[in-house]
């Protein structure tokens, strides 16, 4: 690859698109982050995500469109990634049916490689985050974040699936008798162990018994509650009401990451999201969770097996926070030319 | 391939260890049961399947070992594939520790590739079964047998995971809170919709107020309650409680198959095993779990994406029946040659 094999990375959010513009050592050479203006649609933002490539390639002298390789995207899901076409997005609502792939590659001249953004993190974070040292083939991304959504690397390759929706891990059945879920199913990981499952559990915890005045005094502050102020209070305010919360929160995620490995016996779990930030807080739960509900990693207690150098699933927090996904989205170009098998699988799902 | 290049396949269980001589067409050339003494000890056991092995070259006049491409045998798990040795096997007490694949290929002089059941059943159905003539290259199969099994077919090989333990789909949380199962774990999938998992619920229903005298004489009868009995009670006896049996195992099934599909998004699952005869009387309430539980399958639902071809996964009873373990057995030596990448997986798995 020559140094000129510049690649472009944009994360597309339901409240914020960034963009990044790195050279082929995926140092990061310069960025933009722009607001989404969801209600404007989504040929509008197209049209801006467009002005910013030319912004990006004007700054770095870029003597013009031979030195990209292409730009990676990574778009909330539903996503059809066979024809590069959104599904029902709640987050950007007003796009469905939209030609993304198309669209941007005809605004900006360059090739588009279009992922879901929980599997642009999921690359982020293999190649260049908690996996980059591990030498892998194989993990799973959990990001924790308003929802919960996953990617899965097997072999090499992010695992679409039949129609791109492989590692909708965000709507596992944690309790077939729990709360209502906005797909429709009752019970799901995300009503746990996202932003918003938190506050839920957070409601119930300070309306029982266990409640203490100064959770309920968050709750009823007037302002906004989140992941950070119930991590304050559970940490530097030793608040048991709101160490409760961390580790319901982190038992039924552990149930999660239990099915996650019953299913594909992984070698590695990575969880991300802003959630993630509170790991001390849920992590010895979910650890305890896992245990109990993870046949896998039982079974792959060193004990199991005489003479056989087999380690549990390594299961830790992300490492490049909001940046997994740019990252990752920005690598999407390097893998589809540096990985045949990859490549093969980009064809696929963009043919 | 030439027409001498034989196979002989293997499906030990723990009552009965069946054997077969296949030509390179998969056509089954002569085959043999023998009672699995399971006591003599692993050792023993396997110098009787090598005896076997030289009954069935001797029937069929074989000149020598060169005609034998090789044999697969389908094990009970938990197995360590890269080192052939057997884990704790409930079916199999006192074999653990045992290197199954090394003494098999000295006492018969064949080289021997090994694999779990649930993953030889389901090569099994893939190629000659269910998946036959889909020419897809990735699905699942559960076995629902004494437990629950599972073997996963992704990009046309067996997905094996980390330690060979992947498709523990058997140990799926259900219900949380549930029953507590030999795994150690509370709720599993087996404890549902395996055969003991039936007669477990038909006790709950006999006892309760939706049960019958019917249903309660036949579990007092002090024969073996079997599926095919409680099946007849349902469906020649149109019995309301029996009936019922069938609705719950369907509805804890489906759930199970959302959790696999919500994850990994497969084109197909085949659901074999003796308990998979009574389909009739379990898939409607498993198809209406299913679509409960997956948001994937939902939203695979062509209604969601225009101009589209997109398909729902194809749930399907198995074809097979007790002879998939034995022809996906069989078929491990000529994947292991036709298919590199097969080959590289067994390679690594046996390494």
Redesign the interface.
């Given at each position: 690859m020559t140094q000129g094999a510049f690649t472009i990375g944009i994360d597309l959010g339901g409240t914020t698109t960034r963009m990044g513009m790195f050279d082929a050592r995926m140092d990061l050479l310069a960025s933009r982050s722009i607001v989404t203006r969801v209600a404007a649609g989504p040929q509008a933002c197209v049209e801006e995500m467009a002005d910013v490539v030319r912004a990006l390639l004007y700054e770095q002298d870029s003597s013009g469109s031979g030195d990209i390789l292409g730009i990676g995207i990574g778009s909330p899901g539903?996503i059809?990634l066979?024809?590069g076409?959104l599904?029902?997005l709640p987050n950007l609502p007003g796009w469905e049916?939209f030609h993304l792939r198309d669209a941007l590659a005809e605004a900006t001249g360059f090739p588009v490689i279009l992922e879901s953004d929980a599997n642009a993190a999921a690359i982020g974070e293999w190649k260049f985050g908690a996996g980059r040292s591990t030498g892998l083939d194989?993990m799973a991304m959990i990001t924790l974040g308003t929802g919960v959504g996953s990617g899965?690397i097997?072999?090499d390759r992010v695992?679409?699936?039949?129609?791109?929706?492989?590692?909708?891990?965000g709507?596992?059945?944690?309790?077939?008798e729990g709360p209502m879920c906005g797909?429709?199913?009752?019970g799901?990981l995300e009503l746990y162990s996202s932003a918003n499952g938190l506050v839920r559990i957070a409601k119930s915890v300070a309306e029982s018994s266990q409640g203490t005045s100064a959770l309920l005094g968050l709750m009823n502050s007037g302002e906004e509650l989140t992941t950070l102020k119930l991590a304050m209070l559970a940490e530097k305010g030793n608040d048991s009401a709101a160490q409760l919360v961390f580790q319901r929160m982190g038992r039924h995620l552990g149930?999660g990451v239990?099915?996650?490995l019953?299913?594909?016996?992984?070698?590695m779990v990575v969880i991300g999201g802003g959630v993630a930030g509170a790991w001390r807080l849920f992590a010895p739960s979910m650890f305890e969770a896992v245990g109990?509900?993870?046949?896998?990693y039982?079974?792959?207690a060193p004990s199991?097996?005489?003479?056989?150098e087999?380690?549990r699933?390594f299961i830790c927090p992300a490492e490049l926070g909001a940046s997994a996904g740019l990252l990752g989205a920005a690598a999407l170009p390097n893998l589809s030319k540096a990985n045949s098998r990859h490549q093969e699988n980009v064809e696929l799902a963009n043919a």
């Open positions: 539903p059809n066979k024809t076409v599904g029902l049916n194989s899965l097997l072999n695992w679409h699936g039949m129609c791109g929706m492989a590692g909708e891990i709507h596992a059945t944690i309790d077939p797909c429709g199913t009752r799901c149930q239990a099915s996650l019953n299913t594909l016996d992984l070698p109990q509900y993870s046949v896998v039982r079974l792959t199991q097996f005489d003479s056989c087999i380690h699933p």
